[in-house]
């Protein structure tokens, strides 16, 4: 693995809000505002932060499991996950969006029932305290085909712009079928889901307040209007696609010439009405540099976002047949860039990176209906978006079983968690 000095200096890296050549491409450059940082950076307030979360969570483990040996099992093999999922790292950054606390993408803030919930089935799997085993903590559920855009990478491909298969009703009984099921988040995907967004309002309205709902959006129709109205129905947070710090790659990588206004915008109204924010990246050959994995950091803390999900390529979809896996060297780069962000002090203000690679290569794959699955279009369960082999729909009978054994099959890349 390449030292982490490696890394150029960001006090070395002049960010421009456009590249050089912006006026001959006639792009419209969104200028960046001054955002409220939401990354704790006092140590001592976010260390007492951390210090409660544990004392909660061991009044938890000891309310869950009930006996002395008990806690002490279920205390050790917390412990023993933490260390295959982190490694040699102890996870210190702590974000504060409208009152909750967060540490990872895929873990629900605290205090909330939803982060009630996500213990709960982490701790069930390691000590059984309950018959149903309940595992299944994070569902993807694409509730349209339609999408403007023409993404490089999309896995919903094959299946854009068809006609309609699910009914505000059939995605209404599915998000009741996985809250009974104890899913800690749901998150809401496409084509862009943000074409359904007064569908996306009803939900929200009428689902439990049990869960974490989120939306992954391109930025389109994400207005500050809708952005406000989703806070109010409930939606906790907004994941934005944006690809590359400078506008014209963006915009070439999804098709769309208005893909990087659109993204940014969406960032900023989101956090405008006090919704988590992600932007999710794909990490191509040609993106995956130093000076771009920086640059786009230095964007990410500017627009006060809470998280930057990096995402390796996949050939599925748009991609299928195409050789787009990252070199070795890349991937130690990926994994390098993770540790110095998230856990070097020069970077304790930075957004909280989430790199789902990195733990796969420690421990494995969480999908196949272990801990999160993927619904497709038409309702019909896959192990993940990128390793698609539909068994069964989340509107029949067979969603029961199949989430009582598990989706056949694991991920295309990594073994299947052992956890």
């Known amino acids: 693995m390449p030292a982490l000095e490696s890394f150029v200096p960001l006090a070395e890296l002049t960010y421009l809000d456009a590249p050089a050549d912006a006026a001959a491409t006639s792009l419209e450059v969104v200028p960046l505002p001054v955002v409220p940082a939401t990354m ?9 932060l ?5 004392v909660a969570e061991a009044g938890t483990l000891l309310r869950l499991l009930r006996t002395p040996a008990r806690f002490k099992r279920g205390a050790e093999q917390l412990q023993l996950l933490r260390d295959a999922y982190y490694g040699k790292w102890v996870p210190r950054k ?9 540490r990872e993408f895929m873990t629900p803030g605290r205090p909330s029932r939803a982060y009630d919930a996500y213990v709960a089935s982490t701790v069930n799997r ?5 018959a149903d085993k309940n595992t299944l903590n994070m569902v993807f559920l694409a509730i349209t085909k339609k999408c403007p855009l023409a993404c490089a990478h999309c896995f919903e491909w094959d299946a854009l712009n068809q ?4 009914t505000l009703d059939d995605l209404k009984t599915m998000v009741a079928k996985f ?3 104890h899913v800690s988040q749901i998150f809401f995907s496409g084509g862009e889901p943000m074409l359904r967004v007064h569908d996306l309002l009803e939900i929200l309205q009428t689902a439990q307040p049990t869960t974490d709902f989120w939306v992954i959006t391109s930025g389109f129709n994400f207005t500050l209007e809708n ?8 939606l906790t947070g907004v994941s934005i696609s944006l690809d590359h710090h ?4 963006h915009n070439a990588f999804r098709g769309f010439d208005k893909a990087y206004e659109n993204a940014l915008q969406a960032a900023v109204y989101a956090r405008e009405v006090g919704l988590v924010v992600n932007l999710g990246l794909c990490a191509t050959r040609e993106f995956t540099t130093k000076e771009n994995l920086l640059a786009y950091a230095e964007l990410a803390k500017r627009l006060g976002v809470t998280f930057v999900q990096i995402l390796e390529p996949r050939a599925i979809g748009h991609y299928a047949a195409q050789d787009v896996a990252l070199s070795e060297s890349q991937l130690q780069l990926l994994d390098s860039f993770y540790e110095q962000v998230n856990y070097m002090p020069a970077y304790q203000d930075f957004p909280i990176v989430h790199y789902y690679g990195y733990h796969q290569r420690r421990i494995g794959c969480h999908g196949a209906a272990d801990r999160f699955l993927y619904v497709d279009t038409d309702g019909d369960l896959h192990a993940c978006p990128f390793c698609q082999k539909k068994q069964g729909s989340a509107l029949g009978s067979s969603l029961d079983a199949v989430l009582d054994k598990g989706l056949v099959g694991s991920c295309q890349q990594f073994k299947q968690s052992t956890w």
């Open 40 to 48: 704790l950076s006092a140590g001592w307030k976010r260390e007492t």
């Open 50 to 54: 951390n210090g409660m979360r544990q």
């Open 94 to 102: 702590l974000a504060r969006v409208d009152g909750r606390y967060y």
């Open 126 to 130: 390691l000590v059984p305290f309950r």
């Open 163 to 166: 006609k309609e298969k699910l």
């Open 179 to 181: 809250q009974a099921r």
């Open 227 to 234: 952005a406000l109205k989703l806070k109010q129905a409930g």
């Open 246 to 249: 400078e506008p014209r790659q």
